[in-house]
């Protein structure tokens, strides 16, 4: 029960990450005027709006013009409903939801990034910058009551840590811009894959940010030949690194935990 409640929480995150998506890079409001058909404008009513359930009982069709609604809807809500099961699971603890409410924000910023990356190839500032922040006062903030024992000084060790994930996250996309400019004398990245790792580094720590390029150069392979194998994409085609490099940290998330737990403090 506890987990479908999650899950339903989730999906409606889900909601508000896809109005983001939608909204930010044509800067528009992302609180008023309430949701509408991008194609005729009406304005779309609460029954109408349900997380994945309005998708399926509408047959994937706005109800007024009867334009088909991108898939990327109900893809993105069931998405993040998953993600907040799967957070819900692995970081919450009674009474203390501080770890839990920080990648729960981090994950939704790295899904909004990620769909607006992927449709824009552009990582939004207004996303991507307050996460570096964000992670530093999280490793602030979400100490103590893993290791109760101890003091100011794992406080400072934690900080540490973040702070060296950003600077790692950083330099290693400035690393790899350069090497890219060298050897195919073309932009390998970009200065919003730099922010994004920058991110990354100061919720998840240095190792964080090696696993998140390990995992997401993983992924974006796979992908990449897929495509090119089906003739979507060719060789030389641009493809946006952030949505890899998202998805790859949540699964370093997922998969080694946080640097609260394990990424230092435990081999
Ligand atoms: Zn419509």
């Known amino acids: ?87 819900y699971q692995k970081f919450w603890v009674a009474n203390f939801p501080c770890v839990f409410l920080f990648y729960f924000i981090f994950t939704l910023g790295l899904v909004i990034i990620s769909g607006i990356d992927f449709e824009t190839f552009l990582v939004p500032d207004v996303i991507v910058l307050p996460l570096i922040p964000l992670g530093l006062i999280g490793a602030l903030l979400c100490e103590n009551f893993f290791f109760p024992q101890s003091g100011n000084w794992y406080m400072a060790i934690r900080a540490l840590y973040s702070v060296t994930g950003i600077f790692t996250g950083a330099l290693l996309v400035a690393f790899l811009a350069i090497i ?61 690194f952030g949505p890899y490099l998202a998805i790859g940290a949540i699964v370093a998330m997922l998969y080694k935990g946080s640097y609260f737990l394990s990424l230092y403090f435990i081999p």
């Open 180 to 240: 890219g400019k060298i050897i195919w004398k073309r932009e390998a990245m970009g200065g919003g894959d730099l922010k994004l790792l920058a991110a990354i580094g100061a919720f998840l720590g240095w190792k964080g940010v090696f696993l998140s390029i390990f995992f997401g150069s993983i992924l974006g392979t796979i992908i990449s030949l897929m495509l090119i194998y089906s003739k979507k994409k060719k060789w030389d085609d641009y493809v946006p």
């Open 1 to 87: 029960m506890k987990y479908f409640l999650a899950f339903l929480i989730g999906t409606c995150f889900g909601s508000f990450a896809n109005v983001c998506i939608y909204r930010l890079p044509r800067n528009k409001s992302i609180i008023f005027p309430g949701s509408f058909c991008p194609k005729c404008r009406h304005s779309i009513p609460w029954y109408y709006n349900i997380p994945i359930l309005s998708y399926i009982i509408l047959r994937g069709r706005c109800h007024y013009c009867k334009k088909v609604i991108s898939p990327r809807y109900p893809v993105i809500e069931f998405t993040m409903g998953l993600l907040t099961l799967l957070l």
